[in-house]
């Protein structure tokens, strides 16, 4: 039992780290906002190039590929959830495109990654860029959209540097095109940032929503059955029907059962969507899972 709450004492230590320093003043929203957009712009692509090329090979896709799918066909399922549930909270416009983002986009990569890294080493850690893949190719070409302007489903969106990382690290690893040793490290050094980044920006979020003596708001909780709930009893249908080894097996449910990505919360402000629904979205739900997920690992 010790081994799965590792991973989490060790996040809860940097989310708390986030708090102090927001209260503390060496952090605001401001400086979150602009990390957060190097995060998604910068970190974040290099975490996934380096995690998918240094780790995929021709027998991993063969048993992998299998996520990308999961992450895929669950990101419809959800937003097919989401747009019905929504009705029930009356939602419309940035509320409701608030909303849909938070129940089909989990947090993939920040919270999984350390965690698989503890518990059954970095080379499974792809399992999780594979899970990304298919939930990215979701969010790029439809998710994102509730966001923007536009039709509702673009192909343009998915030239963008995550989807573009993800698939050029595949490509070159199943190639075994070798990376420059300097361009590789540098990267591997860029993308190191993103997990400690991603759980500080959480923090000052936890305790910026404090200061401003918020009410939960109802919709907050549809978010956290969809994300915490429906995510993994969707996948529970698909499992039965795959193949996979059992720690593969916990992996998957372990994605499916993420909740909402981080970023989320300040990319609604950038859009001036609803910062108090995307804030609070993301942070209730993610301070439950710090509760459900070592009770659901420790009995798979």
Same mark, same amino acid.
């Given at each position: ?68 799918? &999961? *992450?895929? $066909?669950?990101? #419809?399922?959800? =937003? %097919? ?7 029930? @909270?009356?939602? /419309? ?101 993103? &997990? *400690?980044? $991603?759980?500080? #920006?959480?923090? =000052? %979020? ?7 003596? @918020?009410?939960? /708001? ?83």
């Amino acid at each position: 039992m010790l081994q799965i709450l590792e991973p989490f004492i060790m996040l809860t230590l940097l989310i708390a780290l986030g708090g102090v320093l927001y209260s503390a003043k060496v952090l605001d929203l401001d400086f979150v906002r602009r990390l957060s957009r190097l995060v998604v712009k910068v970190t974040f692509p290099a975490m996934l190039f380096v995690s998918m090329y240094s780790n995929i090979d021709l027998p991993t896709w063969r048993q992998g590929w299998v996520f990308t799918a &999961v *992450g895929l $066909a669950v990101s #419809i399922v959800l =937003a %097919l959830t989401a747009h019905y549930s929504s009705r029930i @909270f009356s939602m /419309r416009g940035m509320t409701y495109g608030t909303y849909q983002i938070l129940c089909t986009n989990g947090n993939n990569v920040f919270l999984p990654v350390p965690i698989i890294s503890v518990l059954f080493g970095t080379p499974y850690v792809v399992y999780a860029v594979l899970f990304e893949l298919g939930a990215g190719l979701f969010y790029w070409s439809y998710g994102v959209s509730h966001f923007r302007s536009g039709k509702r489903l673009s192909f343009k969106r998915l030239v963008n540097p995550n989807i573009v990382a993800l698939v050029l690290g595949l490509v070159l690893g199943l190639a075994g095109v070798s990376v420059p040793t300097p361009i590789y490290r540098a990267l591997e050094i860029i993308g190191n940032i993103t &997990v *400690g980044s $991603a759980m500080l #920006i959480i923090g =000052a %979020l936890v305790v910026s929503l404090f200061e401003k003596r @918020f009410r939960l /708001r109802a919709e907050v909780w549809g978010v956290a059955v969809h994300r915490l709930l429906l995510s993994p009893l969707a996948g529970l249908v698909f499992l039965p029907f795959l193949k996979l080894a059992p720690e593969l097996r916990t992996i998957m449910l372990l994605m499916l059962s993420m909740p909402p990505l981080v970023t989320t919360a300040l990319v609604a402000a950038s859009f001036n969507a609803d910062e108090e629904l995307a804030a609070m979205g993301v942070v209730v739900p993610t301070l439950l899972s710090f509760v459900l997920l070592p009770i659901l690992l420790a009995l798979f």
